[in-house]
């Protein structure tokens, strides 16, 4: 069972318009939470990481939330780019695992003219 | 800066052969890892190192060996290869195993076992 769920499967979006991916998790006990985005051909790049206190942190365009109580996450991506167009990925440590990660099947993001 | 960087970028592999792909890192960093990424699956852990000397199995380690004998080589070894490790491979690195330590990923192998 994947510990780590992502929805939308797939996103196509207009330039310039938002756009919400979500993340549910259910590993226990929960340290911290990441996002990465992985453009086609290319590693994943991080782009947040938060931890079990935080509950929301911005990376220029992208801003993160996190619900440790409902075990939720969301990645924000105001006034989307072309270049957004990538696979967004949510990570968690597995559990007790300190920085060895489960990783979501990811959110294809598509930003059309 | 070169960061990560993995060889060979793709290839193509008889069953039953072995490889070694490779991996580099010019970041210091003391912890690096294997990932194989698969269609419709999440990047799973195939070996691990927390520092130069040490390895450790992940979450898909049959089949495959790793070795780190200096801070910053590390590669990995398919003895035997089958077509189900047929997958895209990435290397990543961080500085040190605590649980907000920024794993940097390379660019990726892609390797087809025929």
């Known amino acids: 069972k994947n510990q780590v769920e992502q929805s939308p499967q797939s996103l196509i979006i207009l330039e310039g318009k938002n756009c919400t991916l979500q993340?549910?998790?259910?590993?226990?006990?929960?340290?911290?939470l990441r996002w990465y985005k992985q453009d086609t051909g290319r590693g994943p790049v991080s782009l947040t990481i938060?931890?079990?206190?935080?509950n929301t942190k911005s990376n220029g365009r992208y801003t993160a939330t996190l619900d440790a109580d409902t075990k939720q996450s969301s990645l924000h991506i105001t006034a989307s780019q072309l270049s957004d167009s990538a696979s967004y990925i949510c990570?968690?440590?597995?559990?007790?695992?300190?920085?060895?990660?489960?990783f979501g099947t990811g959110t294809q993001l598509k930003v059309e003219l | 800066t070169a960061g990560i960087t993995q060889a060979p970028t793709s290839q193509i592999l008889a069953a039953g052969r072995s490889m070694t792909l490779r991996c580099t890192q010019d970041?210091?960093?003391?912890?690096m890892y294997w990932y194989r990424q698969d269609l419709g699956l999440g990047l799973r852990l195939i070996h691990y190192?927390?520092?130069?000397?040490?390895?450790g199995k992940g979450e898909v380690p049959d089949g495959y060996s790793v070795s780190r004998a200096n801070t910053d080589d590390f590669p990995l070894t398919l003895a035997s290869a089958v077509p189900s490790q047929t997958s895209v491979y990435f290397c990543?690195?961080?500085?040190?195993?605590?649980?907000?330590?920024?794993?940097?990923f390379g660019p990726g192998t892609r390797l087809t076992v025929l």
């Open positions: 938060m931890t079990f206190s935080e």
């Open positions: 993340c549910n998790y259910t590993v226990s006990p929960f340290s911290n």
């Open positions: 970041m210091r960093h003391n912890a």
């Open positions: 190192s927390n520092t130069a000397g040490t390895t």
């Open positions: 990570v968690v440590p597995f559990t007790g695992g300190g920085n060895k990660l489960t």
């Open positions: 990543a690195s961080s500085d040190g195993t605590g649980d907000t330590d920024t794993q940097y």
